[in-house]
């Protein structure tokens, strides 16, 4: 078992049901100590379990690095973050404020001739004017544990899309006298960030600047999960936490993760490059529709980057210019395009809601309605709700109209008509693409069957093979041997047939669990 995998299994022990989220929520964390780090954010509608999710994660890592926010303005984002005061000394570069003042004050002190004491005052007064607040965000993990302003994300764009590594701006500010205080920062690096939300902002979010700067994941909502989660917090509260230490997870194991993380961050602080072999082949796979496919693309390519770094051990490499990289397989490819999702414009637990609940209740005890294409099933809002209550689902009529089946209507999976029967009332019926069939939750970025072994192929010959002839390069597999480019791709083909051997079996076991379970 790889670290990684040994990593998810272990906080299994208290997470139930969430592998994948769990694997994507440690590969963000992670990504802090690359030069390109993640933002994902975790929509999900409140008690689903979001927070204890990130907080039980973000423990196992080197805590001076963590920075947890609930409700935090555009101004007390960048003044809860401040680490020094810096003054630029030319050239772009920062000095620190109290080293560069230091020989000024020692000047000042020693001086008895009164112009050269006025001379220095006006050098300290013009550095003290020209100093900057300095907030430093690499290495660093932002966690935003409830849904925040929308003005905040305005206020942090440029930072969530790592366009300029080294950014000025200026805030203004009132004193608790009213004196208006202006204040200039430098802003360094970028940060990971994961925002726990259960507030849609797609409303406000018009030209998609959220949703295209984030990996929108959402949160398992199944029965099984929920059941899990109960006998976890039954064994919780029934016994002292020294024995829950003994049954569930304890002190010790905590310790083993946290020493196995600080060991991976260390490997990918010294390295956060590797081959992609397959990156081109999967950029061609990719819908070339709209600009946010790149941001897309590069969500897709962190999440393999930080993968295949996550397992350096087992994987091959390539020695290059006194570096050694490591060489993503199938293995990353298909973990990471199963973690970056297609974004929707609606959140995915209404599309279960709308799976599980509406449409099976309107296909079941729809009114009748002839019409030119035939009958239609129908009901109204009270009619679903009551339906509801009697399954012990309950939902007033208000909330499902406003929460549920309004986004549903706006987002084609229903449609909402005047009841001809009487107008101070709507109908609501399923849309003729979910009739025969469910709606789809979540779909990945690319169909990763498509890939075969030309990307491969070409990549070798286009990138390696001369420099490999030209001794520029050497290549190792997994155990440390030197081998041939053509060894490389045969390499390669053997994981990718063994990974696609284990997803078909996956597949087949899942499909046997789900009739098992449905009879």
């Not at 272990?10 to 139930?16: F, G």
């Not at 210019?321 to 060489?327: E, H, L, N, T, V």
């Not at 520029?472 to 597999?477: F, K, P, V």
Request: charge should be neutral; glycine fraction near 2%; charged fraction near 30%.
């Amino acid at each position: 078992m790889t670290l990684l995998k040994e990593i998810i299994r272990l906080c299994s022990m208290e997470i139930k049901e969430e592998e994948n989220n769990i694997q994507q929520i440690i590969l963000t964390l992670l990504s802090a100590w690359t030069k390109n780090p993640q933002n994902t954010r975790i929509l999900a509608p409140s008690g689903e379990g979001k927070t204890y999710l990130v907080t039980k994660l973000a423990r196992l890592f080197p805590q001076e690095n963590i920075i947890m926010l609930a409700k935090a303005t555009p101004q007390s984002f960048k003044y809860a973050l401040i680490s020094k005061r810096v003054v630029e000394n030319g050239s772009g570069n920062w000095q620190d404020y109290d080293i560069a003042i230091k020989p000024l004050e020692e000047d000042l002190a020693k001086s008895k001739d009164k112009e050269k004491q006025q001379e220095i005052k006006e050098q300290i007064k013009e550095l003290r004017e020209s100093a900057c607040s300095l907030v430093d965000f690499t290495n660093k993990i932002i966690i935003l544990v409830d849904s925040q302003s929308f003005e905040l994300f305005e206020s942090i764009k440029t930072t969530l899309s790592h366009d300029q590594h080294e950014i000025q701006s200026f805030s203004v500010n009132k004193s608790k006298s009213g004196t208006i205080l202006g204040q200039k920062f430098v802003i360094r690096g970028f940060p990971a960030v994961i925002y726990c939300s259960a507030k849609d902002e797609q409303k406000r979010d018009e030209t998609n600047e959220i949703n295209t700067r984030f990996n929108t994941v959402s949160l398992n909502a199944s029965s099984k999960k929920y059941r899990e989660m109960l006998k976890l917090e039954a064994i919780r509260s029934s016994i002292p936490n020294v024995m829950y230490n003994e049954e569930i997870i304890s002190e010790k194991q905590i310790e083993q993760i946290k020493t196995k993380i600080r060991i991976l961050i260390e490997e990918i602080k010294n390295n956060d490059e590797i081959f992609n072999l397959y990156g081109i082949g999967i950029s061609n796979l990719l819908k070339d529709d709209a600009g946010f496919r790149t941001r897309q693309f590069k969500i897709l390519n962190n999440n393999i980057k930080v993968h295949t770094l996550a397992n350096i051990e087992h994987r091959p490499k390539i020695l290059f210019s006194g570096q050694i990289f490591p060489i993503s397989t199938r293995e990353d490819i298909e973990e990471a395009c199963s973690l970056s999702k297609e974004q929707k414009e609606i959140q995915s637990y209404k599309i279960k809601y709308f799976n599980d609940y509406i449409r099976s209740v309107i296909l079941e005890y729809g009114n009748k309605k002839p019409s030119v294409n035939g009958d239609i099933l129908y009901l109204t809002a009270s009619e679903i709700s009551d339906i509801l209550s009697q399954k012990d689902i309950n939902i007033d009529r208000q909330r499902l109209q406003e929460t549920i089946l309004k986004p549903l209507v706006e987002h084609g999976f229903l449609e909402k008509y005047q009841d001809p029967d009487n107008r101070s009332r709507d109908i609501y019926i399923i849309a003729d693409a979910f009739l025969s069939k469910q709606a789809s939750v979540e779909s990945t970025l690319i169909d990763t069957s498509l890939l075969d072994v030309s990307c491969i192929e070409l990549f070798v010959k286009k990138y390696l093979e001369q420099r490999f002839n030209q001794k520029q390069l050497e290549i190792i597999n997994e155990k440390g041997d030197k081998i041939t480019p053509k060894q490389l791709i045969d390499t390669l083909n053997e994981i990718d047939a063994k990974v696609i051997k284990n997803r078909h079996k996956m597949t087949n076991n899942e499909a046997s669990k789900s009739n098992e379970e449905a009879k």
